[in-house]
Nanobody
């Protein structure tokens, strides 16, 4: 099992920045791809950004490209999501999720993820 916990959410004005962290414990963290999803009230949980187990590949949804940066430090069992130029439409609960590195294909399928954190709220005011 891998246990995940997000932190770093909060309230920020439009144009501001936040850095989310996803800390893992349990099984070998470097055996997992890690992805950030977000869910706004009344909407589905959507893919935001993913990073491969070694950090060599990163993926972003179009709406955050150029504003968000995902990274990981396997020695610290942590994945980060640096969010800049935040907009009100970025308001959501942000979740990190882990899938085994042997799985291939799109990072966007929530069904592929075996482990989820409880989420952290990000609110961007206009």
């Amino acid at each position: 099992q891998v246990q995940l916990e997000e932190s770093g959410g909060g309230l920020v004005q439009a144009g501001g920045s936040l850095r989310l962290s996803c800390a893992a414990s349990g099984r070998t963290f470097s055996n997992y791809d890690i992805t950030w999803f977000r869910q706004a009230p009344g909407k589905e949980r959507d893919f935001v950004s993913g990073i491969s187990w070694r950090g060599s590949r990163t993926y972003y949804t179009d709406s955050v490209k150029g504003r968000f940066t995902i990274s990981r430090v396997n020695a610290n069992n942590t994945v980060y999501l640096q969010m800049d130029s935040l907009q009100p439409e970025d308001t959501a609960v942000y979740y990190c999720a882990a899938r085994p590195a042997w799985k291939s294909g799109s990072y966007q399928l929530t069904a592929d993820y075996e482990h989820w954190g409880p989420g952290t709220q990000v609110t961007v005011s206009s």
